[in-house]
């Protein structure tokens, strides 16, 4: 039996241990825990990209707690926690996992490395909930390691909602109605000039419905929840129990 962590931020509702559980081997356990940083509001503007860039050290106090209990991979729910390092969102992961002594995977890094498996540079950004110091940080991200971020826009900047406000709101309660128009609208405006649409924001969760969305669009379709779980699958060294799930999971 393998035992993976889940850390996640201490104001957003981490439910990604029951969802990695539909497709873990079976007698995988999973347990949660937040990484220990005050100061995050529940609104985009105060969840600072500042602060989180300073939480290296709280992760790494938090991957190790789960560590000593016993887990054999700790996963990190949050894209920016890694991806606010840019060319170094991996050497992150890396630094984590020697001290900590159990593979750690981060959210963003295994974003890169999604999309360098499905060997595509061209991406389309869903930026989901992201205003414009978020949606810099992800091209940023994208950017310097290696990819053309050939188009990008946010739910705002589609009309998929009206305000900043109502943003905000739909950020913290992961409607995959919303999701999914969101990653349909992405792929028509990119039109021929993507090779992959990349969806940013923790909370804008695909599994369950990458499959259905790529056949739709025509393009494979990376999240951070499908990123995450194949990142911990390899690191578990295992696969999905099932098919099904879309490109990504289904290439393990």
Avoid: C
């Avoid at 540079?121 to 978020?134: E, H, L």
């Avoid at 913290?172 to 990349?198: K, M, Y």
């Avoid at 259905?212 to 690191?235: C, F, I, N, Q, S």
């Avoid at 060294?237 to 289904?250: Q, S």
């Amino acid at each position: 039996m393998k035992r993976v962590g889940f850390l996640g931020p201490l104001t957003a509702w981490n439910d990604l241990p029951l969802d990695f559980l539909r497709l873990a081997p079976e007698g995988t356990s999973v347990a949660g825990a937040f990484i220990p940083t005050r100061g995050l509001g529940r609104r985009m503007a105060g969840f600072s990209l500042d602060l989180i860039a300073e939480a290296l050290p709280a992760m790494r106090e938090a991957a190790q707690d789960l560590a000593e209990a016993g887990a054999d991979v700790v996963a990190q729910f949050g894209i920016p926690f890694s991806l606010i390092h840019a060319e170094r969102a991996r050497d992150v992961q890396s630094g984590l996992t020697d001290t900590v002594g159990v593979p750690v995977v981060l959210m963003g890094a295994a974003m890169l490395d999604a999309l360098d498996h499905l060997g595509v540079r061209r991406i389309a950004v869903a930026s989901g909930y992201y205003p414009g110091d978020w949606a810099s940080m992800a091209r940023r991200g994208l950017e310097s390691n290696g990819f053309d971020v050939v188009f990008q826009q946010n739910w705002v900047e589609q009309g998929i909602v009206g305000s900043v406000e109502e943003s905000d709101r739909l950020a913290w309660e992961q409607d995959s109605a919303v999701t999914n128009a969101h990653v349909l609208r992405t792929a028509e405006r990119a039109g021929d000039s993507a090779d992959a649409v990349a969806v940013f924001g923790g909370g804008l969760r695909l599994l369950g419905y990458a499959a259905e969305l790529e056949a739709k669009v025509g393009l494979p379709v990376v999240a951070g929840d499908l990123a995450l779980y194949r990142a911990t699958l390899r690191a578990m060294g295992a696969k999905p129990r099932t098919t099904g799930w879309g490109r990504l999971l289904d290439s393990l």
